[in-house]
């Protein structure tokens, strides 16, 4: 470190230390929010699932080599499921203390896993990033909507929100005119309607060939049609998704939301210095009409229509504050209920279901080093390589 930056700290003591002050807790009234409960104990066994997804790349000069993958897991004491997706299922008898991660007694041997993954490559530009995270999304929430489609599941673990995707504007939307983007929203529905039939989970968008954008969309770009029909795809995975929203707990480690204090701080960062216990706050009920003023260029009624009941959680003593989202207006039942769930299925205050699916989804840049060695890119585009 250069030495002017210790210099710094001197000279910046002072005014550095009143502008944190404007970051202390003054005068609220968390307790108007917070309620201190001791978790229960279920009467009654449910069937609990959850999901991750990941992705991971490496870059070349004129492409980017990418993986993606998904996991659902699911939780059944009694093994009655339904059949899961061909050529998919594994049971997971994993018996080592680190692979495990802790799990509550009795989990291990009554897991059953739905993995899908995809190895690609797409050009190298501004949004292939971008790109690759929304492949990744879309097989996280494609994954879920078949574990819940063919199993018969109370509770879905979902990692992340819902919410944040649908509020969130779609990428590359102003780069296409009015007209062209009419007709990809016409052909999409073609295109993703009889997705919800299909076994197998892949990017339909990606299964386009050159030739068809060439005949349809005349000196448009290919990669612009592309990334909107993703962002389309998405929005159409979602809706499938949410055609099962009473069962899907979505849930954040992390959030920068501020909608119980509307302040600067996140409300989880109050919530988490207010109070060490376990214990949840008062509900949250966010309409999407209310948070978005622009039109879905799919479904927008139903996504206009849709509520979000959200709260914030302590499972365990000490432990951190998560954020739980439920797709739909809950009420104190439904939402003590989901508490019972999560607290009984979970170890250090975390479900062990998505802590695992976290653990076994992660695609590492050692593991993408390895595959490009498989397929071959190593000897033949390793001078181009970036890292």
């Known amino acids: ?113 739905i993995e899908s993954s995809d190895l690609n490559v797409i050009d190298n530009n501004e949004y292939s990033k971008e790109r690759i995270r929304n492949y990744m999304g879309i097989f996280e929430i494609k994954n879920a909507f078949h574990c819940l489609e063919t199993n018969n599941i109370d509770y879905y673990l979902y990692d992340g929100s819902l919410l944040g995707d649908l509020i969130r504007p779609l990428p590359g939307e102003k780069r296409l005119k009015k ?26 968008s990606n299964k386009i060939d050159n030739e068809f954008w060439e005949r349809e969309f005349d000196n448009i770009s290919e990669f612009e049609l592309k990334f909107y029909l993703e962002n389309i795809e998405k929005l159409f995975a979602i809706s ?28 989880i960062g109050i919530f988490d210095s207010y109070s060490k216990r376990t214990g949840y706050t008062n509900k949250k009920v966010k309409t999407l009409s209310d948070n978005i003023k622009y039109a879905f260029p799919v479904n927008n009624e139903f996504f206009k229509s849709l509520k979000f009941t959200i709260f914030y959680i302590r499972l365990c003593n000490n432990k951190n504050i998560l954020k739980v989202e439920l797709p739909y207006n809950a009420n104190k039942e439904d939402i003590e209920k989901i508490i019972a769930v999560l607290a009984n299925e979970s170890t250090e205050g975390y479900p062990y279901l998505l802590k695992k699916t976290h653990h076994d989804v992660v695609i590492s840049k050692k593991d993408m080093e390895n595959l490009s060695n498989i397929v071959g890119l190593y000897g033949k585009y390793g001078r181009e390589m970036l890292g």
Request: aromatic fraction near 8%.
């Open 240 to 267: 499938n998704l949410l055609k099962h929203r009473k069962k899907i707990v979505a849930i954040s480690k992390t959030s920068t939301a501020n909608d119980y204090f509307h302040l600067k701080i996140p409300d």
């Open 1 to 113: 470190m250069l030495e002017s930056l210790y210099l710094k700290a001197v000279e910046n003591k002072d005014s550095l230390t009143d502008l944190i002050e404007d970051y202390e807790l003054k005068d609220l009234k968390v307790e108007d929010h917070w309620n201190d409960y001791e978790m229960p104990k279920l009467d009654e066994d449910y069937v609990i699932a959850a999901g991750d997804g990941s992705s991971n790349l490496k870059s070349f000069y004129s492409f980017l080599f990418y993986g993606i993958s998904s996991e659902s897991i699911i939780y059944d004491k009694t093994l009655k499921l339904k059949n899961t997706l061909k050529n998919n299922v594994k049971n997971n008898l994993e018996n080592n203390l680190e692979n495990n991660l802790n799990a509550p007694n009795n989990v291990i041997n009554n897991l059953k896993i």
């Open 179 to 204: 007209d062209v983007k009419a007709k990809i929203i016409s052909m999409a529905h073609e295109f993703f309607n009889d997705e919800i039939k299909m076994d197998k989970i892949e990017i339909t």
